[in-house]
Antibody, heavy 119, light 106 residues
Framework: QVQLQQSGPGLVKPSQTLSLTCAIS??????????WNWIRQSPSRGLEWLGR?????????QYAFSVKSRITITPDTSSNQFALQLISVTPEDTAVYYC?????????WGQGTMVTVSS | DIQMTQSPSTLSASVGDRVTITCRAS??????LAWYQQKPGRAPNLLIY???NLQSGVPSRFSGIGSGTEFTLTISSLQPDDFATYYC?????????FGQGTKLEI
């Protein structure tokens, strides 16, 4: 059974970096039929896809334009996980963050991490 | 970006009712359309993918139909566990986008 386990701080100060990790069990981050995504949800923005990483003989990443200058998603094959970094955060980045697997559809989701940006 | 517009935003219904939620895409999405159910404090749960395919473990009272830019989710006979918020999502083009949600309440 595939599971995604998220970890990372729930409170980040403005202008600092938000960092979250998603550990994969039951699948591989290098699976060439899957992509590994980050999605966030807030009352003001709803569900917002942030980006993804995937392996197709080489690694690819794609990001939403709204965060493209601030976001990095990186795979970690040694730990079988992938990470989200969002720099220069503001209160607008306060949201629940989810990692998800896409294999034809978004079938597996992490438990969600509530991240608050506040001093 | 492809805009996904759901209607209605809120739907009041009773146990046993048949309900339909509509989702309209701003352009064609090649049937890459999914529906999710979300309950408070939980991650979205996939119900239907590729317009009409029922995800494993999802009750058969849920069904989806549509093509082009118009899609619908139908719950044939509402059960108490179905009162939740429902979202559509297009995953044809990045950035993948979601509807604003339909809250199904008693």
């Amino acid at each position: 059974q595939v599971q995604l386990q998220q970890s990372g701080p729930g409170l980040v100060k403005p202008s600092q970096t938000l960092s979250l990790t998603c550990a994969i069990s039951g699948d591989s981050v290098s699976n060439n039929s899957a992509s590994w995504n980050w999605i966030r949800q807030s009352p003001s923005r709803g569900l917002e896809w942030l980006g993804r990483t995937y392996y197709r003989s080489t690694w690819y990443t794609q990001y939403a334009f709204s965060v493209k200058s601030r976001i990095t998603i990186t795979p970690d094959t040694s730990s079988n996980q992938f990470a989200l970094q969002l720099i220069s955060v503001t209160p607008e980045d306060t949201a629940v963050y989810y990692c998800t697997r896409q294999r034809d559809r978004f079938d597996i989701w992490g438990q969600g991490t509530m991240v608050t940006v506040s001093s | 970006d492809i805009q996904m517009t759901q209607s209605p935003s809120t739907l009041s219904a009773s146990v046993g009712d048949r309900v339909t939620i509509t989702c309209r895409a701003s352009q064609g999405i090649n049937n890459w359309l999914a529906w999710y159910q979300q309950k408070p404090g939980r991650a979205p749960n996939l119900l239907i993918y590729k317009v009409s395919n029922l995800q494993s473990g999802v009750p058969s009272r849920f069904s989806g139909i549509g093509s082009g830019t118009e899609f619908t989710l139908t719950i044939s006979s509402l059960q108490p566990d179905d009162f939740a918020t429902y979202y559509c999502q297009q995953y044809n083009n990045v950035p993948y986008t979601f509807g604003q949600g339909t809250k199904l309440e008693i």
